[in-house]
Each structure stands twice: as C-alpha cells, then as structure tokens.
C-alpha cells in the first residue's frame, strides 16, 4: 500500500552434545536401628551417559511505519529453545533400601533422588505484536500483545512412583527433574517512556520509563 515496510528473516541450527559425568550410590538403611534410617554406604560407582539433540529455529521480523514513522506496527514470530540447567543433567543416583519400611515413615516403597541427563530442552514459538507511537523525538507510547506456546519445558522435583529404575526389578519412587509438554503464555503490555528534556539545567538529564504487564499461563 505504499507504506514503508521492513524486517528481517533468519534461521538458526543448533545441535547439543551432552556427556555426562555423575555419581551412582547405593545405600541400606541400618538394621540396627529399626524405627530410624541411619544409612550405611554400600557403594559409589561412577557413571557416564551421553545425550544429543538438534534443533531448527527459524525467525521473522517486520516493522510498518505509519504517519511518516511516527507510528510503528511490529510483528515478530521465533522459534525459541532453551537447555536445561547443567546440575539438573548430572547422572547422579541416590537410592536407599529400606527407607521405604513403614516403621521408619516410609510408604512402602524404597526412594531415590536422582538427576536427569536425558531431559530435553525448553522448546516454545514465540508471536508478538506491537503498535508503537512516537509523538516527539524523546516519548514513546506502545501497547503489544504476545503468546509463547510451550512445547517442552523443565518440571523440578517431581516423584515418579513405583519406578523399575534400574532395570533389575526393584521399586523406587525416584525423585528428579522431568519435561513437561504443552503450555501456554501469553498477555499484553502498556509501556510509556519520556525525557524530560522540557526541565531546566541538569534534571534535563533525566527521564520516566514505566510499564504494566499482565500475563497469563495455562497448560495445554
């Protein structure tokens, strides 16, 4: 329409290599004390596991100009990723026979706390949307609205109970960080900022930026 227009589009390629190097410990608790856990240490064996993943991440940008730039229309759409934090993918394994003996507050089962090296990263597409109107050289008003779908994301803490953990036919309700899939943000944005150039001498200098956002979240 004659109006100008202009932006950028992009792609990035990741891929992660992951080597890691934890520490695997098998505990009892005491037979000697049979209402307390007091651990006796069986054996710590070293352990390293490997993990790969690739990513494709592509993005676009774009401005419109209005009113002889003084009004902005930005739209943006991304691809985002995000690795989980490196003490969350250390392989190191905590488990304690006899701690789930209900005589020592246990539920029944045996626990263990472990770390998780084959958690995937956080994963998201990200849209924005802005109008943006500059009324002099030094003020800015802005109202957006953005949306980040969430496909993977890192979930703290969580007990998966009644694990086969080692493959070897003992129950362990293992604690550890997992993914989660399919959430939602999204909300708006109110932003103003100005100079306050119009002040004699050196309060000139200074200036008000404030904002108000309001967000939501919402699994899928």
């Known amino acids: 329409f004659g109006l100008p227009l202009d932006g950028n589009v992009g792609l990035r390629y990741a891929r992660t290599d992951v080597t ?17 856990c007091s651990v006796l240490v069986n054996s710590n064996t070293i352990v390293a596991i490997n993990n ?16 002889n730039g003084k009004l902005l229309v930005r739209g943006g759409l991304a691809k985002v990723m995000a690795r989980p934090a490196l003490d969350l993918l250390a392989p190191n394994v905590t488990c304690t026979t006899g701690s789930g003996d209900p005589a020592r507050g246990g539920n029944g089962t045996d626990t263990c706390s472990a770390g998780n090296p084959d958690l995937k990263p956080y994963r998201a597409t990200k849209y924005d949307l802005s109008v943006e109107y500059y009324p002099s050289r030094d003020t800015q008003v802005s109202l957006a609205t953005f949306r980040t779908e969430i496909g993977t994301y890192v979930r703290k803490g969580v007990v998966t109970y009644g694990s086969n953990f080692y493959g070897d036919g003992r129950i362990f ?14 909300g708006i944005e109110l ?16 200036g008000v930026d404030a904002n108000y956002t309001r967000m939501t979240f919402s699994y899928a």
Not at 20 to 36: K, W
Not at 55 to 64: E, M, Q, Y
Not at 173 to 186: C, H, L, P, R, Y
Not at 191 to 206: E, K, N
């Open 52 to 67: 790969s993943y690739t990513d494709v991440l592509p993005s676009l940008n774009r401005t419109l100009q209005l009113m």
């Open 191 to 206: 932003a103003g900022r100005t100079a306050l150039t119009f002040l004699p001498g050196w309060p000139s200098g200074f």
């Open 173 to 186: 309700d293992v604690t550890q960080a997992v993914n989660g899939e399919g959430a939602k943000t999204q």
């Open 20 to 36: 890691s190097i934890g520490m695997r410990t098998d505990r009892t608790c005491n037979p000697a004390n049979p209402t307390t």
